[in-house]
């Protein structure tokens, strides 16, 4: 994906995927004719910046998201890592693992998993990102092609809407994982 073109397309089909527009209702949306959309998305065309604007106004993003891909991050923390705040009063003390951004949703689910095979999960819609935090046994987390063994107060988040991986290394493996949607 080198070409400013392609860079467009994909992150217009990315991005009209994550708000559940069809190509018929963000082109009604953002005043621009079908086709033109379904050229642009297929990476044909010479688009304009006026149609452009028009296309990241119905999605409402900013111009430079059609211009850059988006970061595809995991971040692990490790039982006693992270930043600590710690109350006055009491022995007492929170470790901000991570932050929700604005609009999003968050579902909270225990993992219960046994040794064996591991759960393999087909790629979540675009945006999804899952958040892992071991609470018993160890386990074999993450996206498939580069897991990370996680321990007991380990905590990972990994993009979800690429292929991943939980596999239990341990019997009675446990985890809470919360998954959320943007």
């Known amino acids: 994906m080198n070409t400013p073109i392609a860079m467009i397309a994909h992150s217009l089909v990315r991005e009209r995927q994550r708000k ?21 998305e297929a990476g044909n065309g010479n688009p304009s910046i006026e149609t452009l604007w028009s ?50 949703r968050r ?9 064996g095979n591991g759960r393999c999960s087909l790629p979540h819609l675009p945006g999804t990102v899952e958040h892992i935090i071991i609470t018993h046994g160890r386990a074999l987390v993450g996206l498939s092609d580069r897991p990370v063994e ?10 979800a809407d690429h292929a ?4 239990a290394l341990e019997a009675d493996t446990r985890a809470v994982m919360i998954i959320e949607h943007v």
């Open 164 to 167: 991943h991986i939980f596999r």
């Open 150 to 159: 996680l321990n007991v107060g380990d905590y990972l988040c990994y993009p």
């Open 20 to 40: 559940g527009l069809s190509q018929g209702e963000l082109a009604r949306q953002a005043g621009v004719a079908k086709s033109t959309l379904s050229q642009l």
């Open 107 to 115: 579902d909270i689910y225990q993992v219960e998993s046994q040794p």
């Open 55 to 104: 296309l990241c106004v119905a999605l409402d993003i900013p111009f430079a998201n059609l211009m850059m891909e988006p970061q595809i991050t995991t971040r692990l923390v490790r039982r006693g890592e992270g930043l600590t705040v710690a109350a006055e009063q009491a022995d007492y003390q929170a470790i901000l693992l991570a932050t929700c951004p604005p609009g999003a």
